[in-house]
């Protein structure tokens, strides 16, 4: 792991509490998902929201699941800050 790498992490568990460990497990686990499958969307987003220790309604999880699988996710950060926000 590179010090950017490293500056990373660190910074996400600072500020998340979120093991870097946890993350490479999300990372893998998504490598090679279907994205355009709602169960496999869904779980996911719970297992993201677990992992942050974030409870997540369920209508912003079925919004965002939605957005994702009819691949309409925001490709700037203002837009995808607003559909976690909403």
Same mark, same amino acid.
């Given at each position: ?11 996400? /568990? /600072?500020?998340?509490?979120? =093991?870097? @460990? ?15 499958? $709602? ?21 912003? $999880?079925?919004?965002?699941? /939605?957005?994702?699988?009819? =691949? ?8 995808? @800050? /607003?559909?976690?926000?909403?």
């Amino acid at each position: 792991m590179n010090n950017f790498q490293k500056g990373l992490f660190d910074k996400i /568990q /600072q500020n998340a509490n979120i =093991n870097p @460990n946890d993350i490479y497990k999300v990372a893998d686990s998504v490598k090679n998902a279907n994205f355009s499958d $709602e169960n496999t969307v869904r779980n996911l987003v719970r297992n993201l929201a677990k992992l942050a220790n974030k409870p997540i309604s369920k209508e912003k $999880e079925d919004k965002i699941v /939605q957005s994702i699988v009819k =691949n309409k996710i925001p490709s700037d950060a203002q837009s995808l @800050n /607003q559909l976690f926000k909403k």
